[in-house]
């Protein structure tokens, strides 16, 4: 019987300047394009100005045996967020041919160290399809709620457990 090997898994933050960055901005528009926009050049600058400034917030890449292969935000403010609580995980994304490999795990991980190694208790995100996924990483449901009319779980971790 032949061994598969396992894919190494690594994450990093995005510096000003990478090479990576549109690659993320790419990735970004075909998930969330609804809430992003369609402008390419525009969603550059913004990742750009994103990570010009770490203190507070941070864009992380997964590479999967040195491969791109997702994304995951920690911010200070969501997209026009209802709750005033800080800081927020936003726009994990695993490129398709790279998931059900732990990827999303990782970078959600990775992303609540950020958090913690900036002293937050807790970290919150909005979803509505992905809670499930969520709660088996250790998520909790914060509150139903209503975001901009659509139904919407507010959801946390707590990052002291
Ligand atoms: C959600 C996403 C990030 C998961 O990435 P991934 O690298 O495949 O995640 P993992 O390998 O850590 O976990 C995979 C498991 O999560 C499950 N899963 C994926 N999406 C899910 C969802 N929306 N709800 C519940 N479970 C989900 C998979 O079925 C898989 O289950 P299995 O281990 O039993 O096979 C990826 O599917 C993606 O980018 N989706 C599009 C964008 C998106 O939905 N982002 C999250 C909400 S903002």
């Not at 992003?36 to 010009?52: C, H, P, W, Y």
């Not at 609580?85 to 490129?95: E, I, M, R, T, Y």
């Not at 160290?113 to 909005?126: F, P, S, T």
Request: with cysteine.
């Amino acid at each position: 019987m032949l061994a598969t090997a396992m894919a190494s898994i690594e994450t990093w933050a995005l510096r000003p300047g990478a090479p990576e960055i549109a690659l993320c901005a790419k990735w970004r528009l075909e998930a969330f394009g609804d809430v992003l926009g369609d402008s390419l050049e525009d969603e550059i600058k913004r990742l750009e100005d994103f990570v010009a400034d770490g203190a507070q917030q941070v864009a992380l890449v997964a590479s999967c045996d040195g491969i791109p292969a997702g994304t995951c935000l920690l911010a200070p403010q969501e997209l026009t967020p209802c709750h005033p609580v800080s800081p927020w995980l936003a726009g994990l994304f695993v490129a398709p041919d790279y998931r059900r490999q732990g990827i999303g795990r990782a970078l959600v991980r990775a992303t609540e160290e950020q958090a913690r190694q900036r002293g937050n208790k807790h970290i919150y995100l909005y979803s509505d399809d992905a809670v499930a996924y969520y709660e088996k990483l250790s998520w909790r449901i914060a509150e139903q709620t209503i975001w901009h009319g659509f139904p919407m779980a507010l959801i946390a971790r707590d990052l002291r457990a």
